[in-house]
């Protein structure tokens, strides 16, 4: 694998990250499932839960997101007049 495939490679997989688990916490909010439970059984901590472990961890991976939409904001901001 040549280095800018490896590069490419890289790039993409830090974008599916936010998305992959955001779709996780939606699966498990809606489906439930063992873990679910087992993990908020002991009902130590409002972040007790898959739900939770999930929606933070999108929380932790938006970073490529937010930085791929400010490059696209400031992009699209080049050769506009300001009024």
Known sequence: MSKRAA??????LRLAAAPT???MA???AAFGGSADAL???TGASLLG???PMYLLMTAFH???WLKL???HARTSQVGKNPA
């Open 21 to 23: 688990f955001a779709i």
């Open 26 to 28: 939606l699966l498990t």
């Open 7 to 12: 590069i490419d490679a890289a790039h993409w």
């Open 39 to 41: 993990c908020s059984a």
């Open 62 to 64: 938006a970073a490529p």
């Open 69 to 71: 939409i400010g490059s």
């Open 49 to 51: 839960g898959m739900v």
